[in-house]
């Protein structure tokens, strides 16, 4: 991640360091790390390396992985779901959306929004296949929440794969959830 001299002060109270975890965790002194903040002096290139590589350091080891906020049970249908079965699961499990799944392969989405636009053009007796749009992604369980947040302003939901089998798939509630809890 890019940083400026600036931000280390923000950053270093964000995960709750004195200027002396942040200088040992960088092997610089205190004392420099007070200077920067104050911006009394611009360090070396190597000193600023150091700390922004700690920096770095702490940021992947506390952001919250994709293996955290997955929900594990995957409701999803096959290509042939008929749309009465498709309302049927999205209603007994609660969900507004699921993936449209046959075997390991992910064919495509289903939304709410989806199956009403076609029940509100008549298609009562639709099938998945005829309806869904395009797979949503698929990510790896160490993927970061920021990967996760940003795909998901794009697609309804994102699916957790690891070695072709699917672990578990990510919604933007999934998120909340997550960050409320916190």
Same mark, same amino acid.
């Given at each position: ?60 080891? $506390? #952001? /919250? &992985? =994709?293996? *955290? !906020? %997955? ?6 249908? +096959? ?44 298609? $009562? #007796? /639709? &099938? =998945?296949? *005829? !309806? %869904? ?6 990510? +790896? ?42």
């Amino acid at each position: 991640m890019a940083y400026e001299l600036k931000d280390i002060k923000d950053i270093r109270k964000k995960f709750g360091l004195t200027q002396i975890d942040l200088a040992k965790k960088s092997g610089v002194s205190q004392s420099l790390i007070a200077k920067i903040e104050a911006g009394r002096l611009d360090p070396t290139y190597n000193k600023a390396k150091k700390i922004f590589e700690a920096l770095d350091e702490l940021t992947q080891t $506390k #952001e /919250i &992985k =994709a293996e *955290e !906020i %997955m929900t594990h049970k995957v409701v999803s249908v +096959g290509r042939e779901s008929g749309v009465h079965e498709i309302i049927k699961k999205m209603r007994k499990y609660a969900i507004s959306q699921m993936p449209v799944i046959e075997g390991d392969k992910i064919l495509g989405v289903l939304s709410e929004a989806i199956v009403l636009d076609a029940l509100m053009k008549g298609k $009562k #007796e /639709i &099938k =998945a296949k *005829e !309806i %869904m749009q395009d797979a949503p992604p698929t990510i +790896g369980k160490n993927a970061s929440i920021t990967i996760v947040s940003s795909l998901l302003k794009f697609y309804p939901m994102v699916i957790v794969v690891e070695q072709g089998k699917i672990l578990g798939v990510i919604t933007k509630s999934d998120i909340i959830r997550k960050v409320y809890k916190s």
